[in-house]
């Protein structure tokens, strides 16, 4: 049986940025569809609602059909399963991000050997950028236009 080529991108998303942009379009090729899921973690205050995230991801998106947006809650391994998603996209910004991703990984293999992670470097000017970079500038009233993508060039 052919595993399906269906990927999870999962992240809080809050917001979105060109560098989540540039791995979802570059990883693209890879898949057959790419879910950018928003997880919801009712411990953590987020900035935007994930209402409000999904539907600025799907602005972004927009032009392409292999990317679907959705909200979920627990598990990533779970809701994996549930779904018939066999690979887990992540973006690596640093080698901090590598060694916390490989950990998930590492887990995410334990609970279930046939979803496998994958792992994709983000894009040399985008190093540097993350949503709660992203999030403090806005909070202080700065422009960050530059860090968002092109669609949603404002929250």
């Known amino acids: 049986m052919t595993k399906n080529r269906i990927a999870l991108f999962p992240g809080s998303f809050d917001p979105i940025t060109v560098g989540h942009e540039s791995v979802v379009r570059r990883a693209l ?3 057959d569809k790419i879910i950018v899921g928003v ?4 411990e953590k205050s987020a900035m935007l609602p994930s209402e409000k995230r999904v539907e600025l991801i799907k602005k972004v998106f927009a032009d392409e059909p292999k990317v679907e947006v959705v909200t979920y809650s627990g598990l990533t391994v779970d809701f994996c399963k549930a779904n018939n998603i066999s690979f887990i996209l992540r973006g690596l910004r640093t080698s901090a991000d590598f060694e ?3 950990s998930i990984g590492h887990a995410n293999q334990l ?3 046939d979803i496998e992670t994958v792992f994709m470097l983000t894009l040399p000017e ?9 999030r403090d500038i806005a909070k202080n009233n700065g422009d960050i236009s530059a860090f968002l993508p092109k669609a949603i060039n404002t929250l």
């Not at 997880?39 to 009712?42: E, K, P, R």
Request: hydrophobic fraction near 40%.
């Open 29 to 31: 090729p890879m898949f």
């Open 39 to 42: 997880g919801v973690n009712s």
């Open 100 to 102: 916390f991703e490989r």
């Open 111 to 113: 609970l279930d050997k």
């Open 126 to 134: 985008h190093t540097f950028i993350s949503s709660s970079i992203v």
